[in-house]
């Protein structure tokens, strides 16, 4: 099975060949961001990342962000919590809908990672979603 690597900046360092990157400036990225302080849903338009405003949420750790990705690609929604209470009624619609968007165009690309290595910032040891599409993919 294909296996996860660690993103690197250093001199000399190169992705492998056939391998993909799928951080969060693709389509593959993780929209649920662990953070120290707090939590973020970086809204989406199309296949690419687009606006610079951040919706706080709760606090969310690693686990609970590659957990929440994983069920939500899976179908499974998402739990309470995750999209921020002070939406109204149509723009919390209009954020599951962008959601639901961007979950079908990554289902669709699936294939495309079938049999590669994925690379990712997430160092090693941590949960990372790579892992989730690492499993999908080669389903």
């Known amino acids: ?36 302080e707090n ?41 309470d919590g995750v999209l921020p209470e002070r939406l109204t009624p149509d723009g919390t619609a209009a954020v599951r809908a962008a959601l639901e968007t961007r979950r079908q165009a990554i289902l669709a690309r699936l294939p495309e990672l079938r049999g590669r290595d994925l690379a990712c910032w997430c160092p090693p040891g941590c949960p990372c979603h790579a892992d989730v599409l690492l499993e999908r993919a080669n389903a």
């Open 39 to 79: 939590a973020f849903w970086w809204p989406e338009t199309g296949a690419h990342w687009r606006g610079s405003y951040h919706v706080p949420l709760r606090l969310m750790g690693d686990y609970d962000a590659v957990g929440i990705y994983g069920s939500w690609l899976a179908g499974r929604g998402m739990p």
């Open 1 to 36: 099975m294909p296996d996860r690597i660690q993103l690197r900046r250093t001199k000399g360092w190169r992705l492998p060949p056939g391998a993909r990157v799928v951080t969060r400036v693709t389509i593959f990225g993780n929209p649920w961001v662990a953070g120290d």
